[in-house]
């Protein structure tokens, strides 16, 4: 079994919305945080968003605050990114990441386990 394994990504149009999940191995699951990160072409992967497992404190980059929802789900395994009022420069591969600590960081380096990466397009 995949340790982080992505669904749903796909095309949609300006302004509309997308759901990715993330489901992780059960140790994967336990660790401290999940997160969501990006990257589109030619640019560095950035995280859009991340949930500490514990206690489900939620973190947003600014460019997908107010938009972007990211949730967990403990019977699951897995994790949410409910993506609202898309937008052209949100177009990009999302990879879903555990990290052990629980600090939830924002450096790609803090990160131990990656998915294989969702591809999502947004265009009108």
């Known amino acids: 079994q995949a340790q982080l394994e992505e669904f749903g990504g796909g095309s949609a149009e300006i302004g509309g919305s997308l759901r990715l999940s993330c489901v992780a191995s059960p140790v994967t699951y336990g660790a401290g945080c999940l997160a969501w990160f990006r990257q589109a072409p030619g640019k560095e992967r950035e995280r859009a968003a991340a949930i500490r497992v514990r206690d489900g404190t939620t973190f947003y980059s600014d460019s997908v605050k107010g938009r972007f929802k990211i949730s967990r789900d403990h019977a699951q395994k897995a994790m949410y990114l409910q993506m609202n009022n898309l937008k052209p420069e949100d177009t990009a591969t999302y990879y879903c990441?555990?990290?052990?600590?629980?600090?939830?960081?924002?450096?790609?380096?803090?990160?131990?386990?990656w998915g294989q990466g969702t591809l999502v397009t947004v265009s009108s």
């Open positions: 990441a555990a990290e052990r600590r629980g600090f939830c960081l924002s450096g790609i380096d803090d990160y131990y386990s």
